[in-house]
């Protein structure tokens, strides 16, 4: 059984920052392809960030330079930091294995007042 748990989410003010956890319980190969997507309201659920196994990272444009993705392997954990948060970063967080067969996390929730 895969199981990814997002933490971290909450609200703060433009310019903030945040960091989000996702851990992976189950097989460790599904810690190989991981990525961070989220989806505000009325909208499509959309790309933010993602990390290999060969330790490339990739980004959105619209958070490069603001937004780092890392990952403790050791922990099975994979992190975002977030900052310079402006509101339109507003969404559900989650967390997705693209090397376990497409599982996804529950969602953090993020919200970024003006």
């Known amino acids: 059984q895969v199981q990814l748990v997002e933490s971290g989410g909450g609200s703060v003010q433009a310019g903030g920052s945040l960091r989000l956890s996702c851990t992976v319980f189950?097989?460790?190969?599904?810690?190989?392809?991981l990525r961070w997507f989220r989806q505000a309201p009325g909208k499509e659920r959309e790309f933010v960030s993602g990390?290999?196994?060969?330790?490339?990272?990739n980004y959105a444009d619209s958070v490069k330079g603001r937004f780092t993705i890392s990952q403790d392997n050791a922990k099975n954990t994979m992190f975002l930091q977030m900052n310079s948060l402006k509101p339109e970063d507003t969404a559900m967080y989650y967390c997705?294995?693209?090397?376990?067969?497409?599982?996804w996390g529950p969602g953090t929730q993020v919200t970024v007042s003006s």
């Open positions: 990390i290999y196994n060969d330790d490339r990272t």
């Open positions: 189950g097989y460790t190969w599904c810690k190989n392809d």
């Open positions: 997705y294995s693209g090397s376990c067969g497409g599982y």
